[in-house]
């Protein structure tokens, strides 16, 4: 067997904790197999025989590659890759399959998966290496370029940033929460009137994907009438601009975001938000259990 040979079975034992790193770092399939790639490229032009910890190694690789491709996605201003419609892998080769991209997006959660892109490249990495894969900071440190105290501040802020520090008081959210679950609940359900009970009589709803005249409805009524049954399996809570919201995100690619005013125990406006650049002004966090 010769010394290539053997560094590609090595590199083909780590590669599945590979993807899941990369693509929990990424929110991307192509791009987490780009790096992926990039890391074997790294592997096969060094010299194996000195590398003593070779799955250590091999996410260090993995994690700086994609914080360069991070970095370079900010710079360039594009959308967050988490607002991309969802791509089928339906008859594609050498990626993951459909069952483990479903895996890996429920092990993670949907939620999260979706906030990590409110995180700047290193906070990101930091907050993923060391709260999901539990690396420690005196690791991840020389990936994001910090010194060990710094990098434990990063994933502190991080935390903070994913959880939604700034909420409303508890008593106000947990009401306002109440509403727009029974609001969700009801939806899925296609059980009307307690839909229509969630409603202000004068509730509006603004879809930014329609235009003209059906971009708006008006009424109670005619907003249960268009939502009842038909609420995805992918809406789930979340926190919107530290309020009470919706997100659907079918394996962690947000399609669009529901914003609720509640007022008086009613919902009186909805706007659903599914441009990405308007997305990108919103503040996504996991709203806890």
């Known amino acids: 067997m010769t010394e290539q040979v053997g560094l590609a079975n090595t590199f083909e034992a780590h590669r599945k904790h590979l993807q899941a790193v990369a693509y929990r770092l990424l ?66 080769e050498n990626i993951i399959d459909p069952e483990q991209e479903a895996l890996l997006a429920d092990s993670v959660g949907i939620a999260l998966l979706v906030v990590l892109g409110n995180l700047n490249p290193a906070e990101r990495i930091t907050f993923v290496l060391h709260d999901i894969f539990s690396m420690p900071f005196n690791e991840i440190a020389p990936i ?3 010194s060990e105290s710094a ?30 679950q029974a609001f969700l609940a009801a939806a899925h359900s296609g059980d009307f009137e307690p839909l229509v009970a969630a409603l202000d009589p004068d509730v509006i709803l603004r879809d930014d994907r329609q ?18 049954g038909r609420a995805q399996k992918a809406a789930q809570l979340a926190l919107v601009n530290g309020q009470a919201g919706i997100i659907v995100a079918p394996r962690g690619r947000l399609l669009y975001v529901l914003k609720f005013t509640v007022n008086r125990g009613k919902i009186t406006e909805v706007d659903l938000i599914s441009d990405p650049e308007r997305i990108s002004q919103l503040a996504l966090a996991v709203l806890s259990d």
């Not at 096969?44 to 994609?66: H, K, Q, Y």
């Open 27 to 92: 929110g991307s399939w192509s791009e987490a197999e780009d790096a992926v790639q990039e890391a074997w490229l790294r592997l096969s032009r060094a010299d194996g025989s000195g590398i003593e910890n070779m799955g250590g190694w091999l996410t260090t690789v993995v994690s700086r590659v994609c914080l360069d491709m991070l970095r370079s996605r900010k710079s360039r201003r594009e959308e967050s890759i988490e607002t991309h419609l969802p791509h089928s892998f339906t008859g594609e």
């Open 144 to 146: 994001v370029g910090k």
């Open 151 to 180: 990098t434990r501040q990063l994933a502190s802020r991080a935390r903070r940033r994913i959880r939604g520090a700034k909420a409303l008081p508890d008593a106000d959210f947990d009401h306002q929460r109440d509403v727009v």
């Open 211 to 228: 235009t003209g005249s059906s971009r708006v409805t008006r009424g109670a009524v005619a907003l249960a009438k268009q939502v009842s």
